[in-house]
């Protein structure tokens, strides 16, 4: 029961992190999004790593891959947050700057 | 002997790998090291292939065995890929060569240029490493794993000319790719879920359906075809590649957009075959259409060539998609139609992306109006183009034209004609949009103004013609590739129905 929660909730994450994708325009907002989406796929695969079937009995092989996963998404991460940041250098449109107001006036 | 063979699997991932990090170490032997490792790796491939023709090998990496382990597995369809990318990833090292010492020849922003070169060698090496490594993958986790690596290093080689517009470009492709990364690992969880194995082999054999795998699978192909820029998903992908420098855009729609090409093209036709519904086949062939139609129509109003050129490569991963519903009928023969396609254009396209690169050098810009008389500056340039056009467009003795040959057969053979209306219609366009080109590139105007050729290098004109030359030829040697995907299917479907 417990462990349909976990996955019901890593659904929830991945759909509300889907949704910021889309809706929010500002970079570091789309970031953190794709963040959450990872968690969530995360969620689901510890959740199914607890096998009903074969009691007290837990598969380590989604938790290599959860590891893996996280190792992934960080360096992702960091790629994603470097390119925001030289986009913010190189160009003169206030890519990072100038969306902040616009989704703060959006957020209020 | 088998030994050998087996280990020799490894070479494709290692060589590139390593010297990929060499050209981390030291500046000055960088083009050499990827040049050497470039020919390792074809080398290592052609060996691969002349002892592969006898049924598939696999490593397992680390002595581990399936259910834990990593396998690399080859057989035909993953063999031909390798040697696409082989063969391409040669040409374009050879290319960017030229491109590189011809930009630090001209001393305007020298440092940009050099640090620009500094940096493609080792992303193009880590990004060869990556592909193959996606093509030797025999687990649907580690196809995650390979994705994710080939589409970090070609993000960072999408932003690497520095200008403004190509760094927005990237990072709204590295945010596009890391959903379609996402949406593919839940569906791999929801596989593990239900069966609780990764490996290929034996999802094959315990295929045949469980709940939820369909769900599984429209997760992994939602995410997979939003890589490889199926219609409605293909938004990222022109300004993309149209923005980064020349020899980057030949890697990205040459190589990148087929690795998560076959990965799909694997999952449909040789894993979960029994859980792919007729409708979800008819949605694919219709999103492959619209491809072919609305990429060829905005190739055509295009003013610049590279934007021109990046729209031909969303209208021709269509036909890739087309064959979906027309392969699925006819047991025997039409897939391999599609690994043959893919070939194709990759050499095509990567020669086309090098042609309009050596073309923007020269001029300084490249808008299509302005193109007239190219051929008096660029003679080897222009015929590469032509022969590159030659096999979009799907005309006799060209790679291109065997495989749309193919299409249009099946479908008139199967009496579903409306998919071969939508493939001439696709050539027709496409020869309207490599036309509009062409003409203005070979003929020269009374008036021309006499330009100033500048001193050409000919590793700037010559791997694009070879390239093209190979696409054109690859129809006449079209028995010799569908043999090694019928040797490579043909014992995989004994070792698949053999197996435990």
């Known amino acids: 029961m417990t462990n349909l929660l976990y996955s019901l909730g890593g659904v929830l994450l991945f759909t509300m992190g889907f949704f910021a994708l889309i809706a929010c325009s500002h970079p570091l907002r789309k970031i953190l999004a794709v963040n959450v989406m990872s968690t969530g796929v995360f969620l689901i695969l510890v959740a199914s790593a607890y096998r009903p079937e074969s009691a007290g009995n837990i598969d380590p092989l989604p938790h290599a891959m959860v590891l893996t996963g996280i190792v992934v998404s960080v360096s992702v991460t960091a790629l994603a947050l470097v390119l925001a940041c030289r986009v913010q250098e190189t160009s003169n449109l206030a890519f990072l700057k100038q969306q902040r107001n616009g989704s703060e006036e959006s957020g209020e | 002997m088998m030994l050998e063979a087996s280990s020799l699997i490894v070479c494709p ?11 981390f170490l030291s500046r000055r032997t960088a083009f050499f090291a990827s040049l050497s490792a470039c020919l390792a790796n074809l080398v290592g491939v052609c060996l691969l292939l002349g002892r592969s023709l006898s049924g598939p090998a696999s490593y ?14 080859i057989d035909g369809p993953s063999l031909l890929m390798l040697l696409m990318t082989a063969v391409t990833g040669l040409g374009i090292t050879l290319y960017a060569r030229g491109y590189f010492s011809f930009r630090i020849f001209f001393p305007k922003r020298i440092a940009r240029h050099e640090r620009q070169e500094r940096f493609f060698w080792p992303l193009w090496m880590l990004l060869l490493a990556a592909l193959n490594a996606l093509f030797l993958s025999a687990d649907i986790f580690n196809w995650y794993v390979t994705l994710e690596m080939v589409s970090v290093s070609a993000a960072a080689l999408a932003a690497l000319s520095g200008k403004p517009a190509s760094q927005i470009a990237a990072f709204r492709y590295l ?88 990965i799909l093209f694997r999952l449909w036709f040789d894993v979960f075959p029994t859980c792919v519904s007729p409708a979800a086949l008819n949605l694919v062939g219709i999103l492959g259409a619209g491809a072919i139609l609305w990429g060829s129509v905005q ?34 023969g039409l897939w391999s139609a599609v690994i043959f396609m893919a070939l194709a254009h990759s050499c095509a396209k990567s020669a086309m992306f090098m042609a ?26 222009a015929f590469a183009y032509a022969i590159a056009g030659v096999n979009l467009m799907g005309l006799p003795p060209s790679g291109g034209f065997i495989a749309k040959w193919l299409l249009l057969s099946s479908s008139l053979a199967s009496s579903r004609w409306w998919w071969g209306i939508v493939v001439m219609v696709g050539s027709l366009l496409s020869s309207v949009y490599v036309f509009r080109v062409v003409s203005r590139l070979f003929v020269v105007p009374e008036d021309l103004p006499v330009r100033q050729c500048l001193p050409r290098s000919p590793l700037l004109e010559w791997p694009a013609l070879v ?24 014992s995989l479907m004994l070792s698949g129905g053999g197996g435990p």
């Not at chain 2, 397992?60 to 597995?73: D, E």
Request: hydrophobic share 55%; proline share 5%.
């Open chain 2, 13 to 23: 991932v290692i060589v590139p790998l390593t010297a990929g990090l060499l050209c």
């Open chain 2, 356 to 381: 309009s690169g050596t073309i923007f050098l020269h001029f300084g810009h490249d808008r299509i109006n302005d193109l007239a008389g190219t051929r008096k500056c660029l003679p080897v340039t």
């Open chain 2, 299 to 332: 190739a055509i109003r295009q003013q610049r060539l590279k934007l021109l050129v990046a729209y031909s490569t969303v209208s021709q991963l269509g036909y890739l998609f087309i064959a979906f519903p027309l392969a699925y009928l006819q047991n025997d």
């Open chain 2, 175 to 262: 945010l596009v790719s890391l959903l379609g990364s996402l949406s593919y690992l839940l569906g791999v969880v929801f596989v593990y879920k239900v069966h609780g194995v990764l490996d290929l082999n034996m999802l094959r054999a315990c295929a045949g359906g469980g709940e939820g795998m369909h769900l599984a699978l429209a997760l992994m192909s939602v995410g997979l075809m939003l890589k490889t820029a199926l219609f409605p998903m293909h938004f990222w992908l022109p300004p993309a590649h149209a923005n980064a420098l020349a020899p980057v855009s030949a890697i990205l729609s040459g190589l990148v957009v087929k690795g998560s090409f076959y």
């Open chain 2, 60 to 73: 397992h990496v680390g002595g581990w065995q399936a259910p834990l382990g990593i396998t690399l597995r």
């Open chain 2, 467 to 490: 390239l093209a030359l190979i696409a054109l030829l690859l129809g006449l040697v079209a028995p010799y590739p569908l043999a090694v995907l019928d040797a490579g299917r043909i």
